[in-house]
């Protein structure tokens, strides 16, 4: 298994043998050698971003207050770096405040209800 991070070398060297090799000599560790060789593998980074949107009232009176809760969870395994999510008001309703609790609220444009998280 190949963790998360890293460049990862692996090497094998011939390192006996009854006959003799004109070209190496075994167990040299000598990498020039046709009885050694490398492989090198790079892991690429993996996430699996999961968005749940929960609406404290999912009936609402007209003048109402409704929250909606936003969680982004990362169920890897790797770190998950440079992620934004957007949130879209629907039309009728009207952006009040936000609360941060993870990553920050970069910009919000009232015009289009329009909520940019980035973290």
């Known amino acids: 298994m190949v963790n998360a991070t890293g460049n990862y070398t692996n090497t094998a060297e011939v390192t006996s043998s009854d006959q003799e090799d004109p070209t190496s000599t075994p167990g040299n560790s000598n990498p020039t050698e046709d009885d050694y060789d490398d492989a090198t593998t790079t892991p690429i980074k993996i996430t699996d971003l999961v968005t749940n949107k929960v609406v404290s009232q ?62």
Do not use: C, K, M
């Open 58 to 119: 999912s009936v609402a009176n007209v003048g109402d207050i409704v929250e909606f809760t936003l969680n982004v969870v990362n169920n890897g395994p790797s770190n998950a770096t440079g992620v934004s999510l957007i949130e879209n008001l629907p039309s009728g309703l009207t952006y009040i405040s936000h609360t941060a609790t993870g990553g920050t609220v970069n910009s919000f444009t009232s015009e289009f209800g329009l909520l940019v998280i980035y973290h």
